[in-house]
């Protein structure tokens, strides 16, 4: 079978039978990252034209990187390329997203014409969901006319605010903003949080995730209680760092939340053991953003308050993102305790357990991967002696796709796994494992076909994800 220009599929010499755009997406969904590919594949016929545009142009995202230079002969920033051809009348209607993020101009508006620009792109996509507005740098005054307008886009249901966004001049703005179903808020500050009870309670009929991010110092115990009655139908919740709150004040918190599935985070040690117990039933997903733990005590703390909010959950997915640099050499404290924990009280739930900078011991590994059958994806930190005994271990995961491995202590020759090392990985472990990663190369399986149409299933090294480099360190939202 193969696919010509002539918007057919031939199946034999004489033979061909339409080419179905709703086939052309499915198959090219495959390739939704790789816009080179994207954009080879709307040259060949089209239909394949028509699914690729849906793809290559569903979001618009202008993130500049830092510069130390000041171009003043730049005159407008966020003109050209995928700007320009997404405003047309053929492609606008594919635009669901627009990410405004990275180190913009600070220059007046007026020089730039970066909201002027802004405000022409909303107006010519009208099936916008999910905007994002967090910028590192920028002009005070960039977002003052593109806030309101956001009221008039029907189909906005997933919005992101930053520092940029929640000032005194904007907040009445923001709480123009109706029909959301999800609200993300970066750094919130004082004025926002004042307002912020009764913009929530004008979204709770339609709201289901909330997340409070990165620096929330100006959150309180007095502000997380008034937002409580605003938050009752949330099935996601997010918390940054606050040093003004005690395990007691958020586990209190999240107690009013009934419906509550998905929680992410931000640990930080108390020695003050809370008097409140969380009692979350419904808790499917954690998120933790946790520093380094240089001893076996600070492990401890963090794994005794793991217990505390899951000890009545049916826990499916857990994740441990460690904001600093791991050390690759020297003490690593394990955390074998909560693997002992989760193989007692969620073995049945548990399916996804990703803690890649978290170091395990090779006896509690093994032990969780025979009692966790269930579990799809796994990412741990190990000592290199067990990188090459985890094929026997996972081979009882039959679910297992994804398996991420650090290792410590390892010698600079073993530093990574050659082709070979990899093979065994596939072809002795779990048979639906697809993809492994060992410190940071990965390497996916799949299945193809020859030239002669035999079936072959090979193992190859894929390419990095293409990760900025102003946000290298920065712990990405797909994570979460």
């Known amino acids: 079978m193969s696919v010509c220009s002539s918007d057919r599929?031939?199946?034999?010499?004489?033979?061909?039978?339409?080419?179905?755009?709703?086939?052309?997406?499915?198959?090219?969904?495959?390739?939704?990252?790789?816009?080179?590919?994207?954009?080879?594949?709307?040259?060949?016929?089209?239909?394949?034209?028509?699914?690729?545009?849906?793809?290559?142009?569903?979001?618009?995202?202008?993130?500049?990187?830092?510069?130390?230079?000041?171009?003043?002969?730049?005159?407008?920033?966020?003109?050209?390329?995928?700007?320009?051809?997404?405003?047309?009348?053929?492609?606008?209607?594919h635009v669901l997203a627009l990410e405004v993020s990275g180190y913009l101009s600070s220059r007046p508006i007026h020089i730039t014409k970066l909201a002027e620009n802004l405000l022409n792109g909303i107006r010519s996509w009208p099936n916008l969901q999910t905007v994002n507005f967090t910028p590192k740098q920028y002009d005070e005054n960039l977002f003052t006319d593109v806030l309101p307008l956001l009221r008039e886009c029907a189909s906005l249901r997933y919005l992101t605010v930053g520092p940029?966004?929640?000032?005194?001049?904007?907040?009445?703005?923001?709480?123009?903003?109706?029909?959301?179903?999800?609200?993300?808020?970066?750094?919130?500050?004082?004025?926002?949080?004042?307002?912020?009870?009764?913009?929530?309670?004008?979204?709770?009929?339609?709201?289901?995730?909330?997340?409070?991010?990165?620096?929330?110092?100006?959150?309180?115990?007095?502000?997380?209680?008034?937002?409580?009655?605003?938050?009752?139908?949330?099935?996601?919740?997010?918390?940054?760092?606050?040093?003004?709150?005690?395990?007691?004040?958020?586990?209190?918190?999240?107690?009013?939340?009934?419906?509550?599935?998905?929680?992410?985070l931000r640990y930080y040690l108390q020695f003050k053991p809370p008097t409140t117990r969380a009692h979350l039933p419904s808790l499917r997903s954690l998120a933790v953003i946790h520093t380094f733990m240089p001893t076996r005590e600070d492990a401890a703390y963090l794994i005794k308050w793991l217990r505390r909010i899951l000890h009545s959950a049916q826990l499916a997915t857990l994740r441990l993102l460690c904001e600093d640099d791991f050390p690759e050499c020297g003490a690593n404290v394990s955390v074998d305790g909560l693997l002992a924990h989760l193989g007692a009280r969620h073995?049945?739930?548990?399916?996804?357990?990703?803690?890649?900078?978290?170091?395990?011991?090779?006896?509690?590994?093994?032990?969780?991967?025979?009692?966790?059958?269930?579990?799809?994806?796994?990412?741990?930190?190990?000592?290199?002696?067990?990188?090459?005994?985890?094929?026997?271990?996972?081979?009882?995961?039959?679910?297992?796709?994804?398996?991420?491995?650090?290792?410590?202590?390892?010698?600079?020759?073993?530093?990574?796994?050659?082709?070979?090392?990899?093979?065994?990985?596939?072809?002795?472990?779990?048979?639906?494992?697809?993809?492994?990663?060992?410190?940071?190369?990965?390497?996916?399986?799949k299945w193809t076909t020859t030239h002669k149409g035999v079936a072959r299933f090979v193992v190859e090294e894929s390419p990095p994800p293409r990760v900025p480099s102003w946000e290298t360190g920065a712990i990405a939202p797909a994570a979460l």
């Open 347 to 445: 073995a049945e739930s548990l399916r996804v357990l990703r803690m890649d900078a978290a170091f395990v011991g090779r006896r509690e590994l093994a032990a969780l991967c025979a009692r966790c059958e269930g579990l799809e994806e796994v990412g741990v930190a190990v000592s290199a002696d067990v990188l090459y005994a985890l094929p026997e271990m996972v081979k009882s995961l039959a679910r297992l796709r994804v398996l991420t491995v650090n290792t410590r202590n390892r010698r600079q020759s073993r530093a990574q796994a050659g082709i070979e090392q990899m093979q065994a990985f596939f072809d002795h472990g779990s048979e639906n494992l697809r993809q492994v990663v060992v410190n940071g190369v990965s390497w996916e399986g």
């Open 164 to 264: 940029a966004c929640i000032n005194t001049a904007l907040v009445p703005a923001l709480m123009q903003i109706e029909g959301l179903e999800s609200l993300t808020i970066h750094s919130p500050t004082r004025i926002l949080l004042e307002h912020l009870p009764e913009w929530l309670g004008q979204l709770s009929r339609t709201l289901h995730a909330f997340y409070l991010k990165d620096n929330c110092g100006s959150v309180t115990p007095g502000v997380l209680r008034s937002l409580a009655p605003g938050l009752q139908r949330i099935r996601a919740f997010g918390l940054g760092l606050s040093y003004s709150l005690t395990d007691d004040d958020v586990f209190a918190f999240l107690n009013q939340l009934p419906r509550l599935t998905t929680l992410e």
């Open 9 to 93: 599929i031939t199946t034999t010499a004489t033979e061909t039978v339409p080419l179905g755009y709703d086939i052309a997406l499915h198959v090219l969904e495959y390739l939704q990252e790789d816009y080179p590919s994207l954009c080879n594949c709307a040259l060949v016929n089209h239909v394949f034209h028509d699914a690729a545009a849906k793809l290559l142009y569903r979001q618009v995202i202008y993130s500049p990187a830092p510069s130390r230079v000041l171009d003043l002969r730049r005159r407008e920033e966020f003109v050209g390329g995928i700007y320009t051809s997404s405003r047309l009348t053929h492609n606008a209607p």
